[in-house]
């Protein structure tokens, strides 16, 4: 009941136990082509350069970043979390020039703040995490893609922590590029970062694009600076994902197969019920947490459905509760970074802990857990709310 | 029986589909110690330094790269093959001033020609592919190793081909930094990159060490230059995989338990088994391959023992034959890049495929497909021959 990593589908458990075939067999590129058009659903897009990155939810972000970046270009970051301070380090490490659009934790960033600063700097990008576990919120993406739109920016959102939990409209947004990971919300294993890519994103890209020594004949030397990175070189990783099946890494086959199937599994259940399902449980915690006494926290206008920060209560030792929460009852709770270290627990509902009965046991065993320690919350309070949203 | 990736070993299949873990999960950090631990034994070495990298064998190249080079570092990459150039291509990446010392592909390079350049560049890093694929050529790397020691340059190789089906002995070959995959002879999915790093590669990454601005308390700032790459920073992977436990990635749980059942199965063989096992299986492919009256490609006597070339003989057409062994039998065989491409198939014999029923099903497979290009080798010849290696 972390904010991720979560236990992952039975079904994706599976997936990830049959066996491999050849990275350029046919039955092998269609499933890559099957990857390709099912994760077009998930991130409710037309995109045609929508695919996996192979590697955890931060090679997404960094393979966005590098790709789009070069030295010298200029990006505004919407930084009001742990991991808007992790875009600005990715970019940072591209030689690009950062500036802040600075929010408060457990709030949302104001729009004309950040159209203030794309007015002033023009950026090549704009990057911003939409649902930041660090602080539980949300960010209204929506504002921010016109604000992209108007002046000409590149939109970059992370999206790693509400894909398939919350919606990731890419082309309502006008979101250029939009990077995820499995873990959280898509139900899998970390390890495979789905990425979607607007034309005009795609263009930008390949204006630097080179085919690898190995590979190049005369003449097909390429454009422009080459991308910082070869691994995250998304001009060739589209190469490979495209007809040309231009030669790249060896495609994560496992991994392949587990995006695959938490993306099935996601447009199967279909994303209005998927999203409906996620609120209805982030709801119940969120009235259980209340009526154990706690507070929840941060602005619950825009708090993430799928994951809740609790404000431990004083008196109440931090770590020993998410110590006892997991060695007496098996359930795992997050604890929190930077500001919020030692003060906040995070727990999230996501994929299939975004379900009734995880949500009344992970009640029942924090009212237990917190009463060894003093806080005496009434008894079955936390179930009985929770319960009752459910209901 | 291409030349990876190839069939993962059951037991690795069954492995991806145990359920995951937090990553801060004693229980689960308790695995990572253990990869460590079973990779010491598979890489022969004592280095501290001894984990996996999430992404494919190409992102352990990466990583050992970049975190090793800084824009203007001198770097001799010895390019005897694709995968000689594609360290090229990554060094340029990181602004490193490549010198090359060129073999012809199918032969070794000449030890003196490495220690000419070294000693005329006197390079921060020194470059090598151990086995590279695509010429089916091992190179002599013990040889390279003490020239790096005399002149005090590191030595970085890639091992992605020949780690656990031929012997990997970083410490024996005074190689600092040495990674690898797991999809050729170690019997698993590709998506994670098995590295070893030694203690004076360490130091040396370590001396850009730097804390991730969401974790840095004031006073962490770090130490010179950063690293080109957040999600490729060793010195930041270290500390993740350290006592410290310092938040960088999601560790992507089920390659991790694919990575160590790989090192288990290893182990449990016995490291001479293995080799031995590997190296009858390819004297037998090509006791079969010459008894049909084929001729193998390259110099013999550095031939790695897990992949086999093949000429393709006069008036056979190259892409009918391998796209037969396909569809009528099931059995892939690998094309080739570059200057081989056209010209020679290459045939593996990796992990669960350096056996016998494999070798033998290969070889009657490919008479008949031979057969029907108006290529007629002696009836059973092939198969006799490699059975009586195995014999």
């Known amino acids: 009941m972390g904010p991720g990593p979560i236990n992952v589908h039975p079904r994706v458990l599976r997936a990830m136990s049959v066996q491999l ?81 600075e929010g408060e934790w457990g709030q949302v960033v104001d729009p004309q703040a950040v159209e203030d600063a794309v007015a002033r700097v023009k950026p090549r990008l704009v990057a911003c995490v939409h649902g930041d576990t660090s602080t539980t919120i949300a960010q209204p993406i929506e504002a921010i893609g016109e604000i992209c739109e108007r002046h000409g920016a590149l939109l970059y959102v992370d999206a790693t922590a509400t894909l398939g939990g919350m919606s990731v409209p890419a082309d309502a947004w006008k979101a250029d590029i939009v990077t995820a990971g499995l873990q959280k919300c898509m139900g899998g294993p970390s390890g495979s970062a789905p990425i979607t890519i607007s034309d005009k994103a795609a263009d930008h890209i390949f204006s ?124 795992e709770i997050g604890a929190a970074f930077g500001p919020l270290a030692g003060k906040i627990w995070r727990i999230g509902t996501m994929g299939v802990n975004a379900r009734k009965h995880a949500v009344l046991q992970t009640l029942a065993a924090l009212e237990a857990v917190l009463r060894w320690e003093g806080f005496v919350a009434p008894a079955g309070a936390g179930v009985d709310a929770a319960l009752g949203v459910f209901a």
Chains 1, 2 share one sequence.
């Open 21 to 101: 075939l050849g990275q350029f067999d046919p039955e092998f590129t269609g499933y890559m082509n099957e990857v390709m058009a099912l994760y077009r659903g998930v991130f409710q897009t037309q995109n045609r350069w929508t695919f996996v990155v192979d590697g955890t939810s931060r090679a997404g972000i960094e393979a966005a970043l590098v790709s789009t970046l070069q030295p010298g270009d200029d990006v505004v970051v919407v930084n009001a979390g742990r991991f808007g301070l992790l875009l600005a380090e990715i970019a940072e490490r591209c030689d690009a020039r950062v500036t802040f659009v």
């Open 208 to 331: 630097r694009r080179h085919v690898e020594k190995g590979l190049a004949t005369p003449g097909s030397a390429g454009n422009g600076r080459r991308i910082a990175s070869n691994y995250f070189d998304l001009a060739m990783i589209m190469d490979y994902w495209s007809d040309k099946r231009l030669n790249h890494h060896t495609e994560a086959a496992s991994m392949l197969f587990a995006a695959r199937e938490c993306a099935r599994i996601v447009l199967e259940e279909g994303l209005e019920a998927r999203f409906a399902r996620h609120a209805q449980a982030g709801a119940a915690m969120t009235a259980g947490i209340e009526a154990m006494g706690l507070t929840v926290y941060g602005d619950q206008a825009h708090k993430m459905t799928n994951v809740t920060g609790v404000i431990t209560p004083a008196g109440v030792d931090y770590d020993r509760v998410k110590a006892r929460m997991r060695t007496e009852f098996e359930i």
